[in-house]
């Protein structure tokens, strides 16, 4: 991640009951646009880039190590787990964004699931059955507002339909059985806006607003709450958002 201008390896491990942030020991290869999972029972950390694109799947705790590799480097992409595999979305291999979507269920192996019909990177996901949404992200040099279906069956991806307006950088999360996309890059600035996501008409709704605007926000769910933590707004904030 970076704090201001600088990359860092640092990790936090936060009590959502009360609110306090622990320190744990670092990654051993520090490392920003970095995505998360908790992966067959470890927290791993995969890919992001620091002086170049990394490959690294580095795992957190007390002793954390590099436990395997991204079949490329990439930065800027995106995870969301459901069952017993994670998907790897999207990305930067330092000249393209990326259309591989990958799978793996243990963090060291992974497999092409697809391609994606429109590369990205920054991108939202969410997953709703089935169906691995993907909201907007990252062209490269703008935004895009296209909603991209990937169906974990058939393993086949398509347009599926388009947001209001090009967003990046936005955050994604499915809470009682609804998908929300949260934040984000909207007219190159922050944005506040919480959105909820209708499967059946395939377009999303602003419903609500975040306290501040935020873009490139990590988003934890425990139980029936989620967690929007840290992000730019525009400069890098340290805040923890609770959202239910």
Request: glycine share 12%; aromatic share 6%; net charge negative.
């Amino acid at each position: 991640m970076t704090t201001g201008d600088q990359t860092v390896g640092t990790v936090y491990r936060i009590d959502p009951s009360t609110g306090a942030a622990t320190t744990l020991p670092a990654l051993p290869s520090r490392a920003h646009d970095v995505a998360g999972a908790f992966i067959a029972g470890r927290a791993l950390v995969l890919g992001g880039g620091w002086q170049t694109e990394s490959s690294d799947v580095q795992a957190v705790g007390t002793s954390p190590s590099v436990v395997g590799h991204l079949p490329a480097p990439r930065a800027d992409l995106a995870t969301v787990t459901t069952g017993a595999a994670t998907y790897v979305v999207g990305g930067y291999d330092g000249h393209d964004a990326l259309a591989d979507v990958l799978r793996t269920t243990d963090g060291t192996h992974f497999d092409v699931v697809t391609q994606l019909p429109v590369p990205v990177r920054y991108a939202a996901l969410a997953v709703l059955g089935s169906t691995l949404w993907v909201f907007g992200g990252d062209l490269g040099t703008v935004d895009t507002d296209t909603i991209q279906a990937i169906d974990l069956t058939t393993r086949t991806a398509t347009v599926a339909g388009h947001l209001p307006a090009t967003l990046g950088h936005a955050s994604a999360f499915v809470l009682h059985g609804t998908a929300w996309v949260v934040g984000g890059r909207a007219g190159g600035a922050p944005s506040a806006n919480i959105r909820r996501f209708d499967p059946t008409t395939r377009s999303v709704s602003v419903v609500g607003k975040l306290p501040i605007p935020v873009r490139d926000a990590a988003v934890a769910v425990v139980g029936t709450t989620a967690y929007l933590l840290g992000g730019q707004s525009p400069n890098p904030i340290n805040d923890v958002v609770v959202l239910r």
